[in-house]
């Protein structure tokens, strides 16, 4: 039966003011695909398409109050979890999904930017991967990031899969979508669903050249807790999230830009509204 309720996003994740990234891009992609955002931030940052400038994260108690000030007041189809920042707000979200009974929670593994700025503090990373990583339902890193999440040094080999995996749920993930961003196939996008005890499903794209690059892995994230919250399935969602950010990719936002910079390379948003 066809409910009447818009399907709801709670996204906690940091703020880039560039708007490509973190909470902007979360709630544009949530509203895009059909569901409701709320939000609560963790981090203000300092950011452009030049890289990542400063970053002061929230106080934990802050943000302990604005996700209570929600699950107090609205029912939660899904989670998604972006930047935490510090090992306290870690321990807040955790208390949180366990006090509220959170569920179809999509956990973008945010730890250092793409830029090289880091973004969880490594007193927090053993928190993180013991306590967060296995109660949420499917966690989106990158090669750089599943490095970092199993301690190794994976170059990005199509035949390193069975042992990407087995490092993922050796760390106690339920199911991880492996993104093919930073793998070595040049010419196609392959990100990989694996989950326990089932075969490994393979979602395919072809790789955009384009610098539109710009919160790619926030907005694939969002995406899929759409979609959970909308009551698909996980392979349905994941399915429809890249299809939503291939087009976006293809039909990016052109901005004008001061030159101060010269003509160096930028990393682009998307259209999140294509």
Same mark, same amino acid.
């Given at each position: ?60 108690? !802050?943000?302990? *109050? +604005?996700?209570?000030? %929600?699950? /107090?007041? =609205?029912?939660?189809?899904? $989670?998604? &979890?972006?930047? @935490? ?41 053993? !928190?993180?991967? *013991? +306590?967060?990583?296995? %109660?949420? /339902?499917? =966690?989106?890193?990158?090669? $750089?990031? &599943?490095?970092? @999440? ?41 990100? !990989? ?82």
């Amino acid at each position: 039966m066809h409910s009447s309720y818009t399907p709801t996003v709670l996204t906690i994740a940091g703020s880039d003011p560039y708007g490509g990234a973190g909470i902007q891009a979360d709630i544009k992609t949530i509203h895009a695909n059909g569901g409701y955002a709320f939000s609560a931030t963790t981090a203000l940052t300092a950011q452009n398409s030049q890289g990542v400038r400063g970053v002061n994260i929230v106080d934990a108690s !802050i943000v302990q *109050s +604005q996700i209570e000030a %929600i699950l /107090d007041d =609205i029912q939660i189809d899904a $989670l998604k &979890i972006g930047m @935490l920042g510090s090992k306290e707000i870690v321990q807040v979200v955790i208390d949180s999904i366990k006090k509220y009974k959170l569920k179809n929670i999509v956990l973008d593994t945010v730890i250092i930017s793409s830029s090289g700025k880091r973004l969880l503090d490594k007193s927090a990373l053993d !928190i993180f991967i *013991s +306590q967060l990583v296995p %109660i949420v /339902d499917i =966690i989106t890193p990158n090669l $750089l990031e &599943i490095n970092t @999440l199993t301690n190794s040094k994976f170059e990005g080999k199509e035949n390193e899969i069975d042992s990407i995996s087995q490092a993922l749920f050796d760390i106690g993930a339920k199911s991880a979508l492996i993104k093919g961003g930073h793998f070595q196939n040049q010419n196609q996008s392959i990100d !990989i669903l694996i989950q326990p005890n089932k075969d490994n499903e393979i979602f395919n794209s072809p790789r955009i050249d384009t610098t539109h690059t710009h919160g790619t892995g926030c907005t694939l994230s969002s995406a899929i807790a759409t979609s959970l919250a909308q009551g698909k399935d996980l392979t349905t969602s994941i399915k429809l999230a890249k299809d939503y950010l291939t087009k976006s990719l293809k039909l990016s936002n052109k901005l004008k830009f001061n030159y101060k910079y010269g003509f160096l390379s930028r990393t682009e948003p998307l259209n999140h509204f294509s």
